[in-house]
């Protein structure tokens, strides 16, 4: 396969633990373009895999046309970015849930939006980098769990509308994994993080990879990851 021959992938959040397991699982085979919006990790991910950066902030949906307007061919988006603050309901200000839900549902539904005659071209693949948290929500977790909730209708709704245009949409829902985010979410819990007891971001890259290539007869709606067993 050429270079002008392979899939473009867009990976959101990819200097993030799985967002970079993904860039270096696809590296070779797809041309990337991976978002961040720290530009030196960005810069230094890049130069490893051979991608492109696209510096945007994801709070910022209005700079979003304007970033993507010089972008060529999109095969693929994977939606993986995410932000968590845990807490409860009876504790967590508004400012928590805005800036949960527009990382999370708003930032994704608006890259979607503008990226989607790209995508209908290619007749690809929209992967939503979910969580178990958007099939159940537990005492801690409403705003992250909603955003997920709300992520999970995103996709749902738009694998209907997209299927008459060839557009695949998948959401995968990893369980707990060895990321900077779950050391995060660890240490708010108040407990220990031992990357071992978790599955590897590798493994969700690979994972996310099997859908992008699935033969073209198939679609895979709903994938969940899960620990096996040890």
């Given at each position: 396969?050429?270079?002008?021959?392979?899939?473009v992938?867009?990976?959101?959040?990819?200097?993030?633990?799985?967002?970079?397991?993904?860039?270096?699982?696809l590296?070779?085979?797809?041309?990337?373009?991976?978002?961040?919006?720290?530009?030196?990790?960005?810069?230094?991910?890049?130069?490893?895999?051979?991608?492109?950066?696209?510096?945007?902030?994801?709070?910022?949906?209005?700079t979003?046309?304007?970033?993507?307007?010089?972008?060529?061919?999109?095969?693929?988006?994977?939606q993986?970015?995410?932000?968590?603050?845990?807490?409860?309901?009876?504790?967590?200000?508004?400012?928590?849930?805005?800036?949960?839900?527009?990382?999370?549902?708003?930032?994704?539904?608006?890259?979607?939006?503008?990226?989607?005659?790209?995508?209908?071209?290619?007749?690809?693949?929209?992967?939503?980098?979910?969580?178990?948290?958007?099939?159940?929500?537990?005492?801690?977790?409403?705003?992250?769990?909603?955003?997920?909730?709300?992520?999970?209708?995103?996709a749902?709704?738009?694998?209907?509308?997209?299927?008459?245009?060839?557009?695949?949409?998948?959401?995968?829902?990893?369980?707990?994994?060895?990321?900077?985010?779950?050391?995060?979410?660890r240490a708010?819990?108040?407990?220990?993080?031992?990357?071992?007891?978790?599955?590897?971001?590798?493994?969700?890259?690979?994972?996310?990879?099997?859908?992008?290539?699935?033969?073209?007869?198939?679609?895979?709606?709903?994938?969940?990851?899960?620990?096996?067993?040890?």
């Open positions: 396969m050429t270079h002008s021959d392979r899939p992938t867009l990976i959101t959040g990819a200097t993030g633990g799985i967002g970079a397991a993904l860039a270096r699982e590296a070779g085979t797809h041309s990337l373009l991976l978002q961040g919006r720290d530009g030196a990790r960005l810069s230094t991910l890049c130069a490893e895999v051979g991608g492109a950066p696209l510096l945007l902030d994801l709070t910022r949906p209005d979003f046309e304007a970033a993507l307007s010089g972008l060529g061919r999109v095969t693929n988006v994977v993986n970015a995410g932000v968590v603050e845990l807490g409860a309901v009876a504790e967590q200000p508004h400012e928590v849930w805005t800036h949960t839900l527009a990382v999370n549902v708003v930032a994704p539904a608006a890259l979607t939006r503008l990226l989607l005659p790209r995508v209908r071209a290619e007749r690809g693949t929209l992967v939503f980098v979910n969580s178990g948290a958007g099939l159940r929500a537990n005492a801690g977790w409403a705003s992250y769990a909603a955003s997920k909730f709300a992520l999970k209708a995103l749902d709704a738009l694998r209907e509308e997209e299927t008459p245009h060839g557009v695949r949409v998948t959401s995968v829902y990893p369980g707990r994994t060895a990321t900077p985010m779950q050391q995060k979410v708010q819990e108040g407990g220990s993080y031992d990357p071992a007891a978790f599955v590897d971001p590798a493994t969700v890259a690979a994972t996310v990879r099997f859908v992008l290539d699935a033969p073209r007869d198939a679609t895979l709606p709903d994938v969940t990851v899960r620990p096996g067993p040890r």
